[in-house]
Every structure is written in structure tokens, then in C-alpha cells.
């Protein structure tokens, strides 16, 4: 079945520096990726998307590119702020059997102290 | 136009007792689902329907969870005896059937069983 590994547990930078969370995953069928942000007491929300392969996708300062041959969906940022403190998920979807449900990583805590 | 709303918010339960979640999708959604996301982690599918049937419910612990969407519109997920290991965020979200289209998600009832 589908996979979804990202770089677990928390990530803790300073304002104005780079980040990259790790996202890959395993599907024998055609993907479609998925980041999503969960802010403290607020519902998960698309950040970006994409299907895809070796093209840019951004939003928000974030972004990412699908590279199929490595199977990963980084995300990045050149210059996080304070209110980039959240919870981020990669997810992947995809065409198998007309079944479309997302299947989520664990997620990473990103702090981003003053 | 309205997100996916879901009752209660948070919900305080001893071991054994029963509880009922509810939730409304977007209007026009045929594809709900519940998750389960344990503090700080990803959510965990639980079961999703499209329009009132079950497509997936085999990460639904099915002797004391159960789910319903009757009409294909709002659905209850209820706990018949909650443990300790139940104490989590239950998510309801909604999309449209569609890999590439993303899923939108409400704000959750934390559950926390004492």
C-alpha cells in the first residue's frame, strides 16, 4: 500500500533562516503530493500540491518540487518567520482502483524562535 | 461558503463511557473522512464514505467504533467504550472524488479519556 515518510518529530530554527522538511513516499501507482499546515488549535489546511514531476510549486514562501525517480516532495523555505511555528504533513493520493483517499506522514513540528 | 463544521470541540470522558462526534461537510462533497491524530502526530484514517457507503473502515477499531452518513451529507462517528488510548483529535474532513483535488478538514474534537 501507500507510504508517506517525512522528517519526524521537531524542527527548531532562528527567524530568517532556511528550512527543508524531508517528504518521500512509496505508491506503485501515478502520485499526487500534498503539504499541509495545522496551526496551534486550527484544522489542517492545503499549503501546496502537485503531481507534477520536476516542476517548482509554491505558495506562501514555501515551496517544493516532486522529483519521481527520488519519490520526494521537500518542502522549503529561505527564510522562515515566527509565524511559520506549526505542524506540517505531507500526504500523497493517488489513482489505485478509483479509491482517492490521502494517506498522511506523521507530520513535523517546526519552532521558530525570535 | 461554509467549511466543514464538526461538535463538540473537546469532549472529557472517564473509561467506558460513550461519545458521539458529529460533523457537516461542505455541501457538494461526496467523500468524508474520519481521522484520528494523536497530539503532536499525523492524522490516522479511520473510515471514509463516499456519498453513505463505506469504502475503507479497516483501521476502524470495529468493537467499539462505528460510523454512519445516512443520507450522504453529515455523518457520526461514535466511541461505545472509550480507553485511555483513545485520547486524541478526531478530524472529520471532505473533498471532492478526485485524487488531485485536496481535502478540507475541520477544527476536530479533542477527545481526552481520563
Known amino acids: 500500500g501507500d507510504s508517506v515518510t517525512q522528517t519526524e518529530g521537531l524542527v527548531t530554527l532562528t527567524k530568517g533562516l532556511p528550512v527543508m522538511l524531508n517528504c518521500t513516499y512509496q505508491?506503485?501507482?501515478?502520485?499526487?503530493l500534498f503539504w499541509y499546515v495545522q496551526h496551534l488549535n486550527e484544522a489542517p489546511k492545503l499549503l501546496l500540491k502537485?503531481?507534477?514531476?520536476?516542476k517548482r510549486t509554491e505558495h506562501q514562501g514555501f515551496y517544493a518540487t516532486l522529483h519521481k525517480s527520488s519519490s520526494s516532495f521537500h518542502l522549503q523555505k529561505s527564510s522562515v518567520q515566527l509565524s511559520d511555528s506549526a505542524l506540517y504533513f505531507c500526504?500523497?493520493?493517488?489513482?489505485?482502483?478509483?479509491?482517492?483517499?490521502?494517506?498522511f506522514g506523521k507530520g513535523t513540528s517546526l519552532v521558530v524562535h525570535p | 461558503e461554509a467549511g466543514v463544521t464538526q461538535s463538540p470541540r473537546y469532549a472529557v470522558l472517564q473509561e467506558g463511557q460513550a461519545v458521539s462526534f458529529w460533523c457537516d461537510p461542505i455541501?457538494?462533497?461526496?467523500?468524508l473522512y474520519w481521522y484520528q491524530q494523536p497530539r503532536d502526530q499525523g492524522p490516522q484514517l479511520l473510515v471514509y464514505?463516499?456519498?453513505?457507503?463505506?469504502?475503507?473502515n479497516s483501521q476502524l477499531p470495529s468493537d467499539r467504533f462505528s460510523a454512519v452518513r445516512p443520507k450522504g451529507t453529515n455523518s457520526t462517528l461514535k466511541i461505545q467504550s472509550a480507553k485511555q488510548g483513545d485520547t486524541a483529535t478526531y478530524l472529520c474532513?471532505?473533498?471532492?472524488?478526485?485524487?488531485?483535488?485536496?481535502?478540507?478538514f475541520g477544527k476536530g474534537t479533542r477527545l481526552t479519556v481520563v
Open positions: 474532513a471532505s473533498s471532492f472524488d478526485n485524487a488531485n483535488t485536496e481535502v478540507f
Open positions: 505508491t506503485t501507482y501515478s502520485p499526487f
Open positions: 502537485s503531481s507534477t514531476d520536476n
Open positions: 500526504a500523497l493520493s493517488d489513482t489505485s482502483g478509483g479509491n482517492y483517499k490521502p494517506t
Open positions: 455541501s457538494g462533497h461526496d467523500t
Open positions: 464514505f463516499r456519498d453513505e457507503a463505506v469504502i475503507d
